[in-house]
């Protein structure tokens, strides 16, 4: 329960998240794709795919940590 729980935070995170970070944490994790084959299907420069997988984790990791150490309350 726990678990589909998490996932759905995630999902749920994921989807607020401007589209360049949604867009290739979808292709490097979901898709499982290599930073090269991210940057030709999203033709952007492979310093572009580096840069944005960084900030986009950090943006998510940010936005998930307060809901993990219980500082927010989800509201669905």
């Not at 979808?26 to 795919?49: D, F, I, K, P």
Request: glycine fraction near 4%.
């Amino acid at each position: 329960m726990l678990r589909d729980e998490r996932e759905r935070l995630l999902w749920k995170t994921l989807q607020e998240l401007p589209d360049k970070y949604r867009l290739v944490l979808t292709c490097r994790y979901l898709l499982e794709l290599s930073e090269a084959e991210t940057a030709q299907v999203l033709g952007w420069r492979h310093g572009s795919v580096k840069s944005r997988t960084s900030r986009a984790l950090a943006k998510l990791r940010a936005l998930l940590i307060p809901v993990e150490t219980g500082e927010v309350t989800i509201h669905t």
